[in-house]
């Protein structure tokens, strides 16, 4: 099972950027759609964002972040980002990265997702 490994998390004022991590060893890593999701105390943990695996050239995002945020890979350094720009502090969750095979698990059906990382908190100040 792929290892997956979130970073850059961190404290911002609203309207400020974050660019969260997601980094695995794992050699075929390319070959996995990856997606971003996040969840706040006593709620689910909703979808963000996802990436269609080896080349990327296909993405998804949840209506609540489209054009504000980037999702994209970086298959020489197995790593996939999340580009946060104009955040809110409905923004503030702890963010998770996930790893699939299937893209379609990734975007409409999380509880069948096989990898996840540890999360990383992201809180915007108001």
């Known amino acids: 099972q792929v290892q997956l490994v979130e970073s850059g998390g961190g404290l911002v004022q609203t309207g400020g950027s974050l660019r969260l991590s997601c980094a695995t060893s794992?050699?075929?890593?390319?070959?996995?759609?990856v997606g971003w999701f996040r969840q706040v105390p006593g709620k689910e943990r909703e979808f963000v964002a996802a990436?269609?695996?080896?080349?990327?050239?296909?993405?998804r995002y949840a209506d609540s972040v489209k054009g504000r945020f980037t999702i994209y890979r970086d298959n020489a350094k197995n790593t996939v980002y999340l580009q946060m720009n104009s955040l809110q502090p409905e923004d503030t969750a702890v963010y998770y990265c996930?790893?699939?095979?299937?893209?379609?698990?990734?975007?409409?059906?999380?509880?069948?997702?096989?990898?996840w990382g540890q999360g990383t908190q992201v809180t915007v100040s108001s």
């Open positions: 996930a790893a699939d095979i299937s893209f379609q698990k990734i975007v409409e059906d999380k509880r069948a997702v096989g990898a």
């Open positions: 794992e050699r075929t890593f390319t070959d996995y759609a």
């Open positions: 990436i269609i695996r080896r080349s990327g050239g296909s993405t």
